[in-house]
């Protein structure tokens, strides 16, 4: 059983909960479920299965696109949103690199959240702008 207040506190460490005053955090810890996943499995299929958002609290975790390795990401990190908002199938696989510990938020309850905590909503933003501009800057 997951411990709500020690998640309310680890929520404090990572960026994407940063400006969330104690309270929200502890509203957002009630809202996630604790996952784990050991090493080499695979959490999202690409173009398969895809069942929210995640995440990382401790561990690795490989994003393969077309079987080519394109980012390695880790505690503070996210994944899982862009199927989740838009009803679609992970355009990535994401694999465990390490064994990984993470919260997940079922895909239909990820809007919610994100309308309820707009300070999540920006930080998610400003993520995906960056991932956007390192794609960019790959491409070139």
């Given amino acids: 059983m997951i411990q709500r207040m020690e998640v309310a506190d680890e929520l404090a460490g990572l960026g994407l ?4 005053t104690s309270a929200q955090r502890q509203g ?4 996630f ?13 690409q173009g398969l299965t895809g069942s929210g958002f995640y995440v990382v609290l401790e561990g690795e975790v490989a994003v393969r696109a077309n079987g080519v390795e394109i980012a ?20 990535a696989d994401i694999v465990a690199v390490r064994a990984v510990r993470c919260l997940h938020l079922p895909a239909a309850q990820l809007r ?4 309820a905590y707009p300070a999540i909503t920006f930080r998610m933003l400003l993520e995906q702008t960056r991932r956007l501009q ?5 491409r070139e």
Wanted: proline content about 6%; glycine content about 8%; cysteine-free.
């Fill in 17 to 20: 909960f940063a400006d969330l």
């Fill in 134 to 138: 390192n794609t960019n800057r790959w």
């Fill in 112 to 115: 919610e959240l994100l309308l």
């Fill in 72 to 91: 390695t990401i880790g505690r503070g990190d996210f994944f899982g949103e862009i199927s989740a908002l838009l009803e679609e199938p992970p355009v």
């Fill in 33 to 45: 479920d604790e996952q784990w996943f050991p090493e080499g499995e695979r959490i999202l299929r």
């Fill in 28 to 31: 957002v810890a009630h809202t």
